[in-house]
């Protein structure tokens, strides 16, 4: 090439303009890492079959949840909420997508979220997340199945050991069902070899870790559901002569119909009330919950130290639920899978920035609200799709004045419908109850008939769906239960 003492003005032209255009680049890539370091990170605490026996909720008087109690004293507490089913599969599949199971179909163990469209249309909560720019990780028990875990959760670690567990070589209670899981009493073993143990270790050793992105952690922790059984230092917090029982009442049954009593009854593996009662184990099944219930709230503890202790503390919400109740002897009735305030109330706290500390809201609130609540409080765009109400409003302003209402389904045409004041279900053959949660909390007595609540009845009635999705999915223990009541036609 020839020199001619000229400057090629075109290569000055390129050679400037990649300068402009890297400096704008890296300006732009400079304002990303900006934004994504201002987003709030999320922490998703989900317990399994956890009621409202927690200290802070009062449902028993003997409990010590001091670990719960205290994330509850840094945030909001929420004492009305309610899932959208009492069985694992439906409330996590709503819960995840922010969908109804009356829209979706999954009403009970099957199927998973693939197999079901209107699911689909949904973005499960934590791909949106990632989509979003965040570091998803997880553990434990947060989609029913196992496979939904490891699909829907971009860093999932699963190598805690079984589901479940840990389980005794041979039944310690000596109950005989057909299932390995109805199992109750102590093993000689330490936290860290339990499931919950290892999910909390693996929690503690990410957080503290430089995770550079914001983080979307999700942990599924599975006490206390069956088997019933935690380490013995837990259960030495509860003599086992010193129990007390949940307050029933004769002849609590007499108000309501055959067809409920027999939707919550048949076809499952846990032992009937008349078989605990009549085999004195009412109390050693009390025992065994409060001794896993405060086990997975000590395994809680760990993690919201660290939380604590984080850089990062106070530009993160932390979420915490339960994905359903349990029954343990109300209503004459053991596990879930009913309609009553046992199965479908939940604990529900969030604590974050610019949340109050220490309050409480009584008013009627749904698991399926808690995707569109951090989708606004994390500034991301609503998805309309969406069945459940932010709660944002609830926990950043001091309303007394809520236009919603929980809705809970077990199987299509059987509902739940949860107010401030009252409960009201309606069963598939046309049977109803309504209870006054404020005077009979317990829900003993069924006022249906009481014509002084024709306007209230009419209120709640009109918040049923005039419409079901089909049952997808067969075998399931709740499935063949809700088949067996629809076969007896009872009234």
């Not at 973005?123 to 553990?139: D, I, S």
């Not at 143990?197 to 914001?214: E, H, Q, T, Y």
């Not at 837990?234 to 086992?240: A, E, L, Q, R």
């Not at 401030?420 to 109803?432: A, D, P, S, T």
Request: proline share 6%; with cysteine; charged share 25%.
């Amino acid at each position: 090439m020839q020199y001619t003492g000229y400057l090629d003005f075109s290569f000055v032209k390129i050679f400037f303009s990649s300068i402009v255009i890297s400096a704008i680049a890296l300006s732009c890539d400079a304002r990303v890492k900006d934004v994504l370091a201002k987003k709030p990170n999320i922490l998703l605490i989900s317990i399994d079959d956890l009621n409202d026996w927690v200290g802070v909720m009062g449902g028993h008087p003997q409990l010590k949840t001091p670990n719960i109690d205290k994330l509850a004293s840094k945030g909001m507490l929420f004492t009305n909420a309610h899932c959208q089913s009492p069985v694992c599969n439906p409330s996590r599949a709503s819960m995840m997508t922010s969908l109804y199971p009356s829209s979706t179909g999954i009403y009970f163990l099957n199927p998973p979220l693939e197999n079901s469209e209107e699911s689909l249309k949904s973005t499960v909560m934590p791909k949106r997340f990632l989509e979003e720019g965040y570091n998803v990780q997880g553990a434990g028990k947060l989609f029913h199945n196992k496979k939904e875990n490891k699909k829907y959760i971009d860093k999932y670690w699963g190598e805690f050991g079984k589901w479940f567990g840990p389980l005794s070589e041979e039944k310690i209670s000596g109950f005989n069902g057909n299932a390995k899981l109805w199992d109750w009493g102590s093993l000689d073993i330490s936290d860290n070899q339990t499931e919950d143990g290892m999910i909390a270790n693996w929690a503690v050793n990410i957080l503290s870790k430089d995770m550079k992105k914001p983080f979307f952690l999700a942990l599924g922790f599975f006490k206390p559901h069956v088997p019933h059984i935690a380490p013995k230092k837990w259960f030495d917090k509860y003599p086992i002569e010193s129990i007390k029982l949940p307050k029933i009442i004769d002849g609590d049954l007499d108000d309501i119909s055959d067809y409920a009593k027999s939707l919550t009854r048949f076809g499952h593996v846990a032992p009937s009330h008349e078989w605990v009662v009549n085999n004195n184990q009412w109390e050693s099944l009390v025992r065994s919950y409060l001794a896993c219930v405060s086990f997975v709230d000590n395994q809680i503890g760990k993690v919201l130290d660290v939380i604590e202790r984080h850089d990062e503390v106070q530009n993160t919400y932390i979420v915490l639920f339960s994905d359903h109740g349990f029954h343990l002897g109300e209503k004459e009735k053991w596990a879930k899978r009913s309609l009553w305030k046992n199965s479908t109330k939940v604990p529900l706290i969030i604590v974050g920035p610019g949340i109050p500390k220490g309050k409480k809201s009584d008013l009627p609130v749904q698991l399926l609200d808690i995707y569109p609540t951090l989708l606004e409080l994390s500034g991301l765009n609503p998805d309309p799709i969406h069945q459940g109400n932010s709660l944002v409003p609830l926990l950043k302003n001091d309303i007394n004045k809520w236009p919603h209402m929980a809705r809970t389904s077990f199987g299509p045409g059987n509902y739940a419908i949860i107010s401030k004041n009252y409960r009201f279900i309606q069963y598939n053959n046309g049977k109803e109850e309504l209870y006054d949660r404020m005077n009979d909390p317990n829900e003993w007595y069924n006022l249906i008939d009481d014509p002084g609540l024709k306007d209230v009845i009419k209120e709640h009635r009109n918040k049923i769906p005039n419409e079901n999705h089909e049952i997808l999915g067969r075998g399931s223990l709740g499935h063949e239960s809700y088949n067996f009541s629809e076969k007896l036609n009872l009234n």
